[in-house]
Structure formats: structure tokens, C-alpha cells
């Protein structure tokens, strides 16, 4: 079974301070995507990587940025937190090449900034 | 523009059937997928369709695919209390990205 795991299930941190948050997968899978969970607008992609230092911008980037120096490992960061990003945050990776694509989920990272 | 629409609730009595809607904008989609998503957890996919097919059963998951409309609907026959969730719905963007758009998800209540 593919495993997504992220580092944290539960983070508080201050308006303006640095936050990484970390998304490990296992089954060699080239694609790894990070989006965050909001109330009523459902899932949105902030950004996704299909290789080892290559990422791309998805909807929402801004305020964030992402570092994939390893193939199994995804970082998303936020250079000085806001408390409009307060929100959940869920790691997902996805094999190239299959017919389905199918997304595998993380259990997600509830952040809260104060 | 991309737009994936559901419906934020529903609930339904312990045995009788689910029906989730979902209404999406890219006719070119080539997989739709729903996903479940219970309390504290990420995202599972519980099955998929592809865009030529009209219909999909697992088990108790029957998927209908109306592409003139641009319809998607998941039916939960024989609902139980540990199908409580948010589900979600998304279509995979065929423009040569890996991007999926997600529905607003559906929180799915089960009265026992």
C-alpha cells in the first residue's frame, strides 16, 4: 500500500515566523502535490512537483513556496506566516504514467496561526 | 473557467440510499474520481470513472457519468453510519498538466 505520511497532524505557530511543513511518500511515485482544505472551498492546489527539483504553480501559490530536493520527500514552506493561512494542509502523490493517476493522500497538517 | 460544484449537505436515515451530486465544467476531462474524506483524515479515493463510460458499480458505489450535462453522481446503496464523511469529487484536467480540480466536497450525514 502507498503510504503518505506528513510531519506534523497538528502545528500553532505566530504570525510571521517560518513554517515548513513535510510530506514523505514510499512508493517511489514521481508526482507530489500540496493543497490546503478550506470550509466550503473544498480542495486547492498550491503547488505540485512531477520530478526532483521541478515544480510548477498550482492555483493559490502565493505566500507559499516548495523545495523537492529528493524524490520521496516535499516540502511546503511559508516564508513569514499569515493568519489567513490558518487552514488544513494535505500532501498527495501520484505515479506517472497510469492510465488512472490516482491521487494518494497524506492525513493532512491542521495549522493554525495566530 | 474550472469549476467543480456539489452540494455542501446531505442526510439520509441508516438503510436507505446516498445519492451525491456533482456538476463539473471541462467536457475533456478523461477520469472522474470521488474521493472520501473521514474526520481527521486525508483523502481516500473510493472509485473512479472514465469519460466514456455511462456507468460504474463497486459493490455497494454505483458511479452515473451524464456527459451532455456534465453530470457526475455517486449513489451509497444501504447507507451505514461509517459512511459519515465529506465526499469529494474531481475531474483530471487532460491539458497535459497533473492537475485535478476537486469539488467543494459534500458532508454526508448518517442518522441511525
Known amino acids: 500500500d502507498v503510504k503518505v505520511t506528513q510531519s506534523s497532524r497538528y502545528l500553532v505557530k505566530r504570525t510571521g515566523e517560518k513554517v515548513f511543513l513535510e510530506c514523505v511518500q514510499d512508493m517511489d511515485h514521481e508526482n507530489m502535490f500540496w493543497y490546503r482544505q478550506d470550509p466550503g472551498l473544498g480542495l486547492r492546489l498550491i503547488y505540485f512537483s512531477y520530478d526532483v527539483k521541478m515544480k510548477e504553480k498550482g492555483d493559490i501559490p502565493e505566500g507559499y513556496s516548495v523545495s523537492r530536493e529528493k524524490k520521496e520527500r516535499f516540502s511546503l514552506i511559508l516564508e513569514s506566516a499569515s493568519t489567513n493561512q490558518t487552514s488544513m494542509y494535505l500532501c498527495?502523490?501520484?505515479?506517472?504514467?497510469?492510465?488512472?493517476?490516482?491521487?494518494?493522500f497524506g492525513p493532512g497538517t491542521r495549522l493554525t496561526v495566530l | 473557467g474550472e469549476d467543480v460544484e456539489q452540494s455542501l449537505f446531505l442526510s439520509v436515515r441508516e438503510g436507505d440510499s446516498s445519492v451525491i451530486n456533482c456538476t463539473y465544467t471541462d467536457s475533456s476531462s478523461t477520469y472522474l474520481y470521488w474521493y472520501k474524506q473521514e474526520p481527521g483524515a486525508g483523502l481516500q479515493l473510493l472509485t473512479y470513472i472514465f469519460s466514456n463510460m455511462d456507468m460504474k458499480q463497486d459493490q455497494r458505489l454505483t458511479v452515473l457519468l451524464n456527459k451532455k450535462d456534465k453530470h457526475l453522481s455517486l449513489r451509497i446503496a444501504d447507507t451505514q453510519t461509517g459512511d459519515s464523511a465529506i465526499y469529494f469529487c474531481?475531474?483530471?484536467?487532460?491539458?497535459?498538466?497533473?492537475?485535478?480540480?476537486f469539488g467543494t466536497g459534500t458532508r454526508l450525514k448518517v442518522l441511525a
Open positions: 474531481a475531474e483530471r484536467f487532460t491539458s497535459g498538466t497533473y492537475k485535478y480540480i
Open positions: 498527495a502523490s501520484s505515479l506517472f504514467g497510469t492510465s488512472t493517476d490516482t491521487q494518494y
